[in-house]
């Protein structure tokens, strides 16, 4: 059974810090890339950050210039720094991992809360 399973949220003030982890189950052979979405109350979801398994990356332009992705050393995992929190940073935050399986597929984690606020 596929898991993608996230850590790291928290809540903390604006203007600070918070780096989430995400780790899948999925071979490092079938994964084509991973990222984070968030969602906030009453909105819909939307992308935050992507990164390719050739390492491109892409970024909302909400968050460019603050928040990094990036691959963990085993390739099966992801990381997102995010700094210089905003208000409208707080949602629950999910990653996801698009994959082969017999066609293109994709994964969900269960979600972390992300709450910035003083």
């Known amino acids: 059974q596929v898991q993608v399973v996230e850590s790291g949220g928290g809540l903390v003030q604006p203007g600070g810090s918070l780096r989430l982890s995400c780790a899948t189950s999925?071979?490092?052979?079938?994964?084509?890339?991973m990222g984070w979405y968030r969602q906030a109350p009453g909105k819909q979801r939307e992308l935050v950050a992507a990164?390719?398994?050739?390492?491109?990356?892409n970024y909302a332009e909400s968050v460019k210039g603050r928040f990094a992705i990036s691959r963990g050393t085993a390739q099966n995992s992801v990381y997102l720094q995010m700094n210089n929190l905003l208000p409208e940073d707080t949602a629950v935050y999910y990653c996801n991992v698009d994959y082969s399986d017999y066609g293109p597929s994709r994964a969900w984690g269960q979600g972390t809360q992300v709450t910035v606020s003083s």
């Open positions: 999925i071979s490092i052979f079938s994964i084509k890339g």
């Open positions: 990164i390719t398994s050739g390492g491109t990356t």
